[in-house]
């Protein structure tokens, strides 16, 4: 078959411009530790950016049980050594998703006790300072499956509830098919926002009030409208996990690498090492490609990305299964 010289070299400009965004080469590995035991934080899962105190907020748990887990802040202006501090004074004993309210007046954090038996939404009030004051506890018994959190834009808040199944059986085949039984629920009212969902993961409200969230097993991210219905489907290169929208409107994703390797290595079953990473940023409107905002396949600087935050002049990335953050420059392309 011959090709037209234009269209290798414009082949050739797109391939060098794409490895230019996702080559980590400017991001460093900040290892994460308790800043009074000196242990190691694993699987920093999920990440919110308090902007009037620089705060980092950090749900993390170690998935094998082999370490403790809880809600950790750290100060931007040490982003990079790493010290994270405990400030749930307790109250989070199995944390997941955690998100701010438009104000940054309020942190709500999933909370998962006992294997899922006592699942509940805690809802931190935030002072100026990042500060956190004793939560307030919501409850219902459908939080057992809960996975993220986004503020409603009325004072309350959206969970995504990632299978819909009541059986064991019926939430592996929700995984396994897989089949759309997930949900996006308002704690304590009993009509789903949203339903009909493959896999409800991440979860981020954007300024418009419309609402998106990552169907991981359809491998996209849904687009809806402030009531609920469903606006626009958002189709990726991979599955997606948490979400949080940049500076220039797009959403971050954090697209799951690996598959079963991921499963298997983050609850540490049979040696396994878990893959690598990347993230990428979506126009929540669905024209124009992904932007790739970090590609890391091996894993160097981080395996297992889950997450990722604009945090100032920063891009902060987590994980499920490492013990560290990444911190890239944020690109120009996404800030203001």
Not at 12 to 22: E, G, K, N, W, Y
Not at 152 to 165: E, F, H, M, N, Y
Not at 299 to 327: H, N, P, Q, Y
Request: hydrophobic share 45%.
């Amino acid at each position: 078959m011959r090709l037209r010289k234009g269209s290798v070299l414009a082949g050739l400009l797109a391939l060098t411009a794409s490895a230019a965004l996702a080559q980590p080469l400017d991001c460093l590995r900040v290892p994460l530790t308790d800043i009074e035991s000196g242990a190691a934080i694993v699987g920093p899962e999920d990440l919110a950016f308090h902007s009037p105190s620089g705060t980092l907020y950090i749900s993390a748990h170690d998935r094998a049980g082999k370490a403790g887990g809880g809600l950790y802040a750290l100060p931007a202006a040490r982003l990079e050594a790493g010290t994270a501090a405990r400030v749930d004074a307790g109250a989070a004993t199995f944390p997941h998703g955690i998100a701010l309210d438009d104000a940054g007046a309020a942190l709500a954090v999933i909370d998962h006790r006992d294997r899922r038996k006592r699942s509940r939404l805690l809802v931190f009030p935030v002072g100026e300072n990042g500060r956190l004051a004793a939560p307030e506890i919501r409850e219902d018994e459908r939080l057992s499956r809960a996975n993220d959190v986004a503020p409603d834009g009325q004072g309350g808040w959206l969970v995504t509830i990632d299978r819909g199944s009541e059986s064991g059986l019926g939430r592996l085949l929700e995984v396994a098919v897989p089949l759309a039984r997930a949900k996006i629920i308002r704690p304590g009212q009993a009509a789903p926002f949203a339903d009909g969902l493959a896999f409800a993961n991440g979860i981020v409200r954007l300024d418009d009030g419309r609402v998106v969230v990552a169907e991981t097993r359809a491998d996209r991210l849904t687009v809806l409208t402030p009531e609920g219905t469903t606006a626009a489907h958002v189709p990726l290169n991979g599955p997606p996990d948490n979400l949080a929208v940049l500076p220039d409107g797009r959403v971050a994703v954090a697209v799951l690498t690996g598959g079963l390797r991921l499963m298997l290595s983050r609850q540490d079953w049979l040696g396994f090492d878990p893959p690598g990473s990347r993230v990428v940023a979506m126009k929540p409107h669905g024209t124009g490609p992904e932007r790739v905002l970090f590609d890391d396949p091996d894993g160097t600087i981080l395996a297992a990305a889950t997450s990722a935050v604009a945090a100032g002049d920063r891009l902060v990335i987590g994980s499920v299964a490492d013990s560290a953050l990444a911190v890239c420059p944020l690109p120009a392309a996404v800030s203001r």
